[in-house]
């Protein structure tokens, strides 16, 4: 049994939850309330708040609402990772999206409006799961399945790019985004001078990414369209210039569809 399951025996659950709607988050956290082995250590206004909340308070549990304006609930549940990713447990007013939920190995998922016996029973498989002492398992589980290009596929366009920056989660706004790209197997986006780690593959943010914002130049960068203030080169070769100063040389499979979308 591991440290963190001995913890567990002489502490409450400690729980997180998020949700945009203040209703639905009082609402929530007034049922776990009535669970004496339950304790509320956050509530979250939306994704990026619970990703901060999660790192802070590193709780044994969080509750996400799928739908959230900043980062959905899938998406707070992929940055997620290491020996301490808590316990996941989606709530949602659709059940299409309870099989989206086991698709990803979430422990449990609860439907809105919420039920006393129902949010009981996922209490009853977090604490199990807790001190079974493999949550960490199980939160592989859940990446590999987050980064299946099925799954991605059906998620909305990403309205902000979310970005690790120390030990915090940046949105950053698209337009402000040139260049996404990979280096030494790690995916990079640059912004203001600064490079900050993507929890995405290029290929996922070919299809998560607003349609006509950014091109694939090769196979190794995504440039921003309207980033781009001029582009030239000999023949056969494609320079981009981005705003920022850096310049990228479009590869000659691609060069022909970048200057279709230049046009």
Do not use: W
């Not at 619970?50 to 739908?67: N, R």
């Amino acid at each position: 049994m591991s440290a963190r399951s001995d913890d567990r025996e002489n502490r409450p659950l400690r729980v997180v939850i998020a949700d945009d709607e203040p209703r639905a988050r009082q609402f929530l956290e007034k049922l776990l309330g009535e669970h004496e082995g339950v304790e509320v250590v956050g509530s979250a206004r939306g994704g990026a708040e619970a990703l901060q909340m999660i790192s802070d308070l590193k709780p044994d549990a969080v509750f996400l609402d799928i739908h959230m304006p900043d980062l959905s609930g899938l998406e707070v549940a992929r940055h997620l990772r290491g020996a301490e990713a808590p316990v996941v447990v989606f709530v949602t007013a659709y059940d299409k999206y309870a099989v989206e939920a086991f698709e990803v190995a979430a422990l449990d998922y609860v439907l809105k409006p919420l039920r006393r016996e129902r949010l009981a029973e996922a209490l009853r498989r977090i604490a199990a799961e807790v001190r079974s002492g493999h949550p960490a398992a199980r939160a592989q589980e859940m990446h590999a399945a987050l980064d299946s290009p099925a799954l991605a596929s059906q998620q909305p366009p990403l309205r902000r790019l979310p970005v690790r920056h120390r030990r915090e989660v940046k949105l950053l706004d698209l337009d402000q985004v040139p260049l996404i790209f990979s280096r030494d197997r790690l995916v990079l986006a640059r912004c203001d001078q600064h490079e900050y780690l993507v929890d995405y593959t290029l290929q996922e943010l070919e299809q998560r990414l607003p349609e006509g914002q950014f091109v694939r130049v090769h196979r190794a960068a995504l440039v921003n369209v309207d980033a781009i203030e001029s582009y030239g080169g000999e023949e056969g070769v494609l320079v981009l210039k981005l705003r920022d100063g850096t310049r990228v040389e479009a590869s000659e499979r691609r060069a022909a569809e970048v200057r279709r979308r230049l046009r």
